[in-house]
Structure formats: C-alpha cells, structure tokens
C-alpha cells in the first residue's frame, strides 16, 4: 500500500475563521489527490480532484471559493476551509492515486473539523 | 455514468458465521471495483479490488469477493465473522473516462455479535 497523512487529526474553530488541512503522500509523488467529506453515518462524497501545479476540479455543488485547495508539489496537498459555519463540521479525508492510470487510491487517516 | 448500491445499511452477524455483504453496480464501462473498510474516526482501508482477469478476487484478512457481470454485482464474503471485523464497509466503483474518480456505496455496518 501506500501511507498517507493528514495534518490536524482533530480541529475545533470558531465561525468565521478558516482552517488548513493537510494531506501528504509520505512514500511516493502523487500527481493527482482527491479530497472528500463524510458526514456521521455516511458515505464519502468526492469534492475535489487536485492535480499537481493546475487549478483543482471541484465536483457539481461544491463552492471552490469556500474550500480552497492547493497541490503544490508532489506530495502535499491543502484544504482550507474558508469562513467556517458550524454547517462545514464533518469528516474531512483525502487520497492520493499512485499511478496515473491506475483507479486504486490510498486513503488518509481523515480530519475532524467541529466549527463551534 | 456509474453508480453503486449497497444493499442494506446494517448487517449483523454471529462471531464464525458467514460475512456476506451486496453490492451492485452500475458502469457504461468495464468498471474497476473496490471494497474498502472504514474503522471509527479513521480513513479507509482496501480490502481487494477488481480491474481485469479473474473474477473471484481475494484480499486482505480472509475477504474475498466476485464479480459477477451478468449480475452486475460484486458481493463481498467472508466465510468466518471476527469480532475485530465490525466495521464500516465501502464498494466503490471507478472506470472509464472518469478521471479516476470512485462512485462509493451508501456503506454497509457490519456488526459481529459474540
């Protein structure tokens, strides 16, 4: 497999700040990782695919000037949350794809965001 | 487009019974399938995956599962339930010119009961 990390594990802000997570691809250069959210007792619902040194592709719903995301190497990808309302808490995952072509993604450990 | 449906969100089983747990997909394309497995709070692991070749695929801590064409299914087993296996479980589907994208199921909790 592949190891993936995700940077806070658990975050609590108040409304109206932002929050940066991070996703890095800690053994090998991933040139392409999604970013998805699950809420309680729910599935994963993709937001983003990011690629490596181009704008990120958001899915259908999702507003990219409120979740913001970077992949500015090949092994580091961030999400920030911008201007967070308590409707944002939830479970924040990413994965990287280790081959282009291959459809096999690693996941991360996942971020709890609670917006208070 | 493509599309996952796990059927039913709960299943319980007895500690040394049969795991069996649906998924039917749907896919305009060959699709690559995937079984994933999602502890409390953590990110989610692969259990097996599907691409090409041969259709009973095995995988990590004694699961197994077939895909089965005719059927577009990929139903996941495993002939002997652990207690440690209690845990959320994902099929997911992926193929085509979705840029790689996985389709999740809704889930299915496995719980195991001593």
């Known amino acids: 497999g592949a190891v993936v990390s995700q940077h806070p594990s658990w975050v609590i802000c108040k409304s109206g700040t932002s929050v940066k997570i991070e996703c890095r691809s800690l053994?090998?250069?991933?040139?392409?990782m999604f970013w998805y959210r699950q809420f309680p007792k729910q599935s994963l619902m993709l937001m983003a695919t990011?690629?490596?040194?181009?704008?990120?592709?958001?899915e259908q719903g999702v507003e990219k000037d409120k979740f913001l995301i970077n992949h500015a190497s090949l092994t580091l990808s961030t999400l920030t949350v911008t201007s967070a309302h308590p409707e944002d808490s939830s479970f924040y995952i990413c994965?990287?794809?280790?081959?282009?072509?291959?459809?096999?993604?690693?996941f991360g450990p996942g971020t709890r965001l609670t917006v208070t | 487009a493509q599309s996952v449906t796990q059927l039913g969100s709960h299943v319980s089983v007895s500690e040394g019974a049969l795991v069996l747990l649906r998924c039917n997909y749907s896919s305009s394309v060959p699709p690559y399938l995937f079984w994933y497995v999602q502890y409390p709070n953590q990110g989610l692991q692969l259990l097996l995956k599907y691409t090409t070749g041969a259709t009973l695929v095995k995988g990590i801590n004694g699961f197994e599962a077939e895909f089965k064409k005719s059927e577009t299914s990929f139903h996941l087993t495993k002939p002997s339930a652990h207690m440690s296996d209690a845990a959320e479980y994902f099929c997911?589907?992926?193929?085509?010119?979705?840029?790689?994208?996985?389709?999740f199921g809704q889930g299915t909790e496995l719980s195991v009961k001593p």
């Open positions: 997911a589907v992926s193929g085509g010119n979705q840029g790689g994208k996985l389709i």
């Open positions: 053994d090998f250069q991933a040139t392409t």
């Open positions: 990011s690629n490596e040194g181009s704008k990120a592709t958001y």
């Open positions: 994965s990287v794809r280790r081959v282009a072509g291959s459809y096999e993604q690693y």
